[in-house]
Every structure is written in structure tokens, then in C-alpha cells.
T-cell receptor
Framework: GESVGLHLPTLSVQEGDNSIINCAYS??????FIWYKQESGKGPQFIID?????DKRQGQRVTVLLNKTVKHLSLQIAATQPGDSAVYFC????????????FGKGTLLTVNP | GAGVSQSPSNKVTEKGKDVELRCDPI?????LYWYRQRLGQGLEFLIY????????KSGLPSDRFSAERTGESVSTLTIQRTQQEDSAVYLC????????????FGEGSRLTVL
């Protein structure tokens, strides 16, 4: 869920487990959603996206699920690896082709070897 | 390099001073965005440039903040009379012509206002 102040939601998993990171988005008019990964000291990096006419999209080891009814987005990471440790942000687009994205607060994923 | 380059990577300044942050975009990327990221927070949109169109300044928090970009070249974000609440990482991102929301981010400029 969402956090207040400096405390990010955190998820700690064992290497090899599957991870599920959740996000509630705010704008029912948003038609496009993206997950970004941010490693410490770096800028966010695109992982996967999904448009509102879909409810599931798969990439390499990642799956994004979209539930527009409850405005919920999730990112599933299969066989989580230590290199997956990072902060994960969901972002929504309601700005058309400008892609002026609105980012969530992020979830810190820690993968224990 | 081939990525978005930002400078300085770290800036410590005194309250009341002006600072200028620079972003060198990926060549050919027409769209450029500035975001602010406070400690432990998500990214707040500040300003968006697209080619030679008028910029979308709707995210700038006050008139102390301004940004410039000429065409598809370097952008600078200026913060005048800095305040302690301006302390954050300022991220620049650019986007190519694909019809996706894949923004390419720089590593950011960490600003600390004492």
C-alpha cells in the first residue's frame, strides 16, 4: 500500500522466490501504466508497460496485471534475484501523448541471498 | 556517452543562493522532463519540453523555479533563493519518438540546501 512521509513500503523476499509489488493508482482517466525500477543512486529505469485495454502483459521474468475496476496495478517478478533489489515505482499517464507521468511513492524490494 | 547526463551530481548550497542544474539529453530525443524526488518519495513532475513548443510548466512549485531548453539541446533548471525544502534529487528524463512512456532518466543532481 501507500506510505506517508519517509517510510517506503518494503518487501523482503528470498532469492528464487516470486515477488509481487502492488500499486493503487489515483486517476480513473489514466489509460497507460508503467513500472520503473530505481537502483540506489541511479535514475529510474523502464521495466514494463500496459495499456488500459489490457489486463495482463508479460515480459522477461516480469508480469504486470491491471485491474481498472479497483484501480490497482501489480508487478510480479519471477525467480527474484539479488540484482532485482531496488525501489519499484508505478506510474500512470493521463496526459495523452505528452507522457507526463504521475509516479507513485515506490516500494523497496530487498532480495536476500 | 549515450545516456542522459546531468551535472553537477551533487550540489551543496546555502539558503538564499541560486543554483543551476544541467541536463544533456540523448541525441535526437525531442521530449525532456524534469522531476524532483525528495528523500524516500516518488517523483514529482516539474516541467516538460517538447521540441520548440511552449513548455508545460504546470509542476513548478513556485516562481523561484524556472527551466530553459533551446530546441532539442541542453536544458537547465534554475532555482533562485534556495530554501531548505528544495533539498532533493532533481532528475532529468528524455524520450524519443516511440509511442510508449519509456523515459530515459539521468542519474540526477542531488541538491542539499543548508
Amino acid at each position: 500500500g501507500e506510505s506517508v512521509g519517509l517510510h517506503l513500503p518494503t518487501l523482503s523476499v528470498q532469492e528464487g522466490d516470486n515477488s509481487i509489488i502492488n500499486c493503487a493508482y489515483s486517476n480513473s482517466a489514466s489509460d497507460y501504466f508503467i513500472w520503473y525500477k530505481q537502483e540506489s543512486g541511479k535514475g529510474p529505469q523502464f521495466i514494463i508497460d500496459i495499456r488500459s485495454n489490457m489486463d495482463k502483459r508479460q515480459g522477461q521474468r516480469v508480469t504486470v496485471l491491471l485491474n481498472k475496476t479497483v484501480k490497482h496495478l501489480s508487478l510480479q517478478i519471477a525467480a527474484t534475484q539479488p540484482g532485482d533489489s531496488a525501489v519499484y515505482f508505478c506510474a500512470e499517464n493521463s496526459g495523452g501523448s505528452n507522457y507526463k507521468l504521475t509516479f507513485g511513492k515506490g516500494t523497496l524490494l530487498t532480495v536476500n541471498p | 556517452g549515450a545516456g542522459v547526463s546531468q551535472s553537477p551530481s551533487n550540489k551543496v548550497t546555502e539558503k538564499g543562493k541560486d543554483v543551476e542544474l544541467r541536463c544533456d539529453p540523448i541525441s535526437g530525443h525531442t521530449a525532456l522532463y524534469w522531476y524532483r524526488q525528495r528523500l524516500g518519495q516518488g517523483l514529482e513532475f516539474l516541467i516538460y519540453f517538447q521540441g520548440n513548443s511552449a513548455p508545460d510548466k504546470s509542476g513548478l512549485p513556485s516562481d523561484r523555479f524556472s527551466a530553459e531548453r533551446t530546441g532539442e539541446s541542453v536544458s537547465t533548471l534554475t532555482i533562485q533563493r534556495t530554501q531548505q525544502e528544495d533539498s532533493a534529487v532533481y532528475l532529468c528524463a528524455t524520450k524519443g519518438g516511440s509511442n510508449t512512456g519509456e523515459l530515459f532518466f539521468g542519474e540526477g543532481s542531488r541538491l542539499t540546501v543548508l
